[in-house]
């Protein structure tokens, strides 16, 4: 069975760093197109981060390209979120998702998922 579960989110002040962990069960994480999610209260869910398999290349917003990295540990089948220079509007709850096969709309876009952990809280505050 698969399962995602995502663990490390936290109250955090402007400017400071984070890091997220979601652990993979039930696959291997390096057969499957892989990202981070954010939702934010009244807000759409969106992309902040993912792992297109066909080529291995992470995949960035504009609004976290430099601030934020992912990264993989094959070994222990989790996947990280990196996230530094944090800024209140990175408020969310954030999401780990996972799928096999990419429909073309990017592995950026949340309807390219089949598999979901349940979210961790990130909140920025001073």
């Known amino acids: 069975q698969l399962q995602l579960v995502e663990s490390g989110g936290d109250v955090v002040q402007p400017g400071g760093s984070l890091k997220l962990s979601c652990q993979f069960s039930g696959f291997p994480l390096r057969n499957y197109n892989i990202g981070w999610f954010r939702q934010a209260p009244g807000k759409e869910r969106e992309g902040v981060a993912c792992i297109d398999s066909r080529d291995g290349r992470p995949y960035y917003p504009d609004s976290v390209r430099g601030r934020f990295t992912v990264s993989t540990d094959h070994v222990k089948n989790i996947m990280y979120l990196q996230m530094n220079s944090l800024k209140p509007d990175d408020t969310a709850v954030y999401f780990c998702?996972?799928?096999?096969?990419?429909?073309?709309?990017?592995?950026?876009?949340?309807?390219?998922?089949?598999?979901w952990g349940r979210g961790t809280q990130v909140t920025v505050s001073s």
């Open positions: 998702a996972a799928d096999p096969f990419l429909q073309g709309y990017g592995c950026y876009v949340p309807r390219e998922y089949d598999y």
